[in-house]
């Protein structure tokens, strides 16, 4: 069975600053792995996904994520962040050839401060 | 197009009784799942639907239930609701859904409240 688990419920960081959320995976064959953004009351929005190829991401709104095998990760980064950025963010995980039904993490509150 | 949609957003209930929660998939998409989310659990897979089917299902209890029509709009009922009940819960919606890459849509969600 695969799990996800991201490193701190909350992150705090000032405008300008570098985001970086973490995500380490567990699972017994090659993973697909999402990020995933949450606005106020409302629901899931995809930022990115890795399933083959470039092991490095590029999402919507100016994120990325590196899929690195070796240390069984997927932080997502964004080099300045935004007061917009400021939501909770979602690493998920399935299996390739497996459970297409994707394994969330908890979230990681992401909080910009002007 | 029309993104998912859910209805109705908000609601409270009484302890005991049930609730149907409606959702509407982006159009020609044929895979529906739902998820309840709250703070002390996070995000929790209750049930897939495809085709009319129920294709995978989490781990709650039978108070839980689901189906699917004919045009893929899916609800799910709780029935004797309990205070640990209260959550978001949210449908997401996939072409197909058997493609572990595969990308799932999800709706803003209805908010429960049990009193």
């Known amino acids: 069975a695969q799990s996800v688990t991201q490193l701190g419920s909350h992150v705090s960081v000032s405008e300008g600053a570098l985001v970086l959320l973490r995500c380490n995976y567990s699972?017994?064959?090659?993973?697909?792995l999402f990020w995933y953004v949450q606005y106020p009351n409302q629901g899931l929005q995809l930022l990115l996904k890795?399933?083959?190829?470039?092991?490095l991401v590029k999402g919507i709104n100016g994120f990325e994520a590196e899929f690195k095998k070796s240390e069984t990760s997927f932080h997502l980064t964004k080099p300045s962040a935004h007061m917009s950025d400021a939501a909770e963010y979602f690493c998920?995980?399935?299996?390739?050839?497996?459970?297409?039904?994707?394994?969330f993490g908890r979230g990681t509150s992401l909080i910009v401060h002007p | 197009k029309a993104g998912v949609t859910q209805t109705p957003r908000y609601l409270i209930k009484t302890r005991g009784q049930q609730v149907t929660l409606s959702c509407s998939p982006i159009?020609?998409?044929?895979?529906v799942s739902w998820y309840q989310q709250t703070p002390g659990q996070g995000l929790q897979f209750l049930f897939e639907?495809?085709?009319?089917?129920?294709?995978n299902k989490g781990n709650f209890p039978g108070r839980f239930s689901g189906r699917q029509f004919s045009n893929s709009r899916s609800e799910m009922n709780v029935s004797t609701l309990e205070l640990g009940d209260s959550a978001l819960y949210l449908c997401?919606?996939?072409?197909?859904?058997?493609?572990?890459?595969?990308?799932?849509?999800f709706g803003e969600g209805s908010w429960l409240t049990v009193v």
């Open positions: 997401a919606s996939s072409l197909v859904g058997t493609d572990s890459g595969n990308t799932i849509y």
């Open positions: 699972s017994s064959v090659p993973p697909y």
């Open positions: 890795y399933t083959t190829g470039a092991t």
């Open positions: 998920a995980v399935t299996l390739s050839g497996g459970s297409y039904i994707p394994t």
């Open positions: 159009s020609g998409h044929r895979s």
């Open positions: 639907y495809f085709s009319e089917t129920q294709r």
